[in-house]
Each structure stands twice: as structure tokens, then as C-alpha cells.
């Protein structure tokens, strides 16, 4: 995985922080994220394009966990932030409490990339924003495992 250097958000979570965040949102982050977050925190990736359903996908920025919302702009990639603008688009369940699908990256075109915690790999997922409601969520499935995504960036 090759990001921009000037790119990643300091300072990285560490092991207790990223566990202050799973806590809150009620989830277990596979430990691949895990590891990412803590050397990529926010990165640009220069391989940033990615194929699924013979459509191209280009990911703007990785989403972190900023420690600092007063550094210019940062609040754009916080996945707190951007989890509390689209939440309630983000899921089919009135009553839930935490997270089920994570904004993980900003796509070029508004969507998001996403792991989709509900099952126990942590399956990375598309949410298309133009087609999603509150509460009716419209994703795609685009990679089994974080692992499994990170291979397919061109």
C-alpha cells in the first residue's frame, strides 16, 4: 500500500484510541483497519482507482480517526464527522445503537467506501449516496475482507 506521506492526518491513533472509537460505535474493527488506520490515518493513496461490475471507482481519501478537528479541513475526513452527517442513510435499523456499516473512504462522486460490520470479516462496501434514504441504505458489496480490498487498488 503506497500513500502520499504529506497526506496522512497526525497524529495517528494509537491501540487505546481506536478502541475508544469500537467502544462507541459498538463494533470490532478487523485488524487489518486496525493496523492501517494507525500508519495511514486520512492518507491519499496513490493507487487510488479500484474495478468492481466493470465500473470504475476512485477513492479521494481515506477516512481517519482525527484527534485534532481544528487543523483546516480535517473535520471533512473524521469518520465521527462524516458517520454523523450520513448515519441515519447508512443503515435500515431505526433502533440501532453504534454502527453497523463505516464510512472508511470518500469516493469521487460523493459516495463512500465502507466496511460492513455486521458480518465478522468486516466486508468492504460501496454506499451510494444518490440512491440511499434514511434508513434504506443502497450499497454494494465490493470486496470480502479489507485485505482482499487493498488488492484490488490500481
Not at 116 to 131: A, N, Q
Amino acid at each position: 500500500m503506497n500513500i502520499k506521506n504529506e497526506s496522512i492526518i497526525n497524529p495517528l491513533p494509537d491501540d487505546l484510541l481506536i478502541a475508544e472509537k469500537e467502544n462507541k460505535w459498538r463494533v470490532k474493527l478487523p485488524n487489518s483497519y486496525r493496523e492501517f488506520l494507525k500508519k495511514y490515518n486520512g492518507g491519499i493513496p496513490q493507487e487510488c482507482c479500484f474495478y468492481h461490475r466493470e465500473r470504475e471507482f476512485m477513492i479521494v481519501r481515506f477516512l481517519g480517526i482525527i484527534k485534532d478537528l481544528s487543523i483546516e479541513g480535517a473535520g471533512w475526513y473524521d469518520i465521527d464527522v462524516v458517520e454523523s452527517q450520513i448515519g441515519e442513510r447508512l443503515t435500515d435499523n431505526m433502533d440501532l445503537i453504534g454502527i453497523e456499516i463505516l464510512p472508511i473512504a470518500e469516493l469521487f462522486s460523493g459516495d463512500y467506501l465502507c466496511l460492513d460490520l455486521r458480518d465478522s470479516k468486516g466486508s468492504v462496501c460501496v454506499w451510494f449516496h444518490e440512491k440511499s434514504e434514511e434508513f434504506r441504505p443502497v450499497i454494494e458489496r465490493v470486496a470480502d475482507s479489507f485485505e482482499e480490498f487493498l488488492i484490488k487498488l490500481r
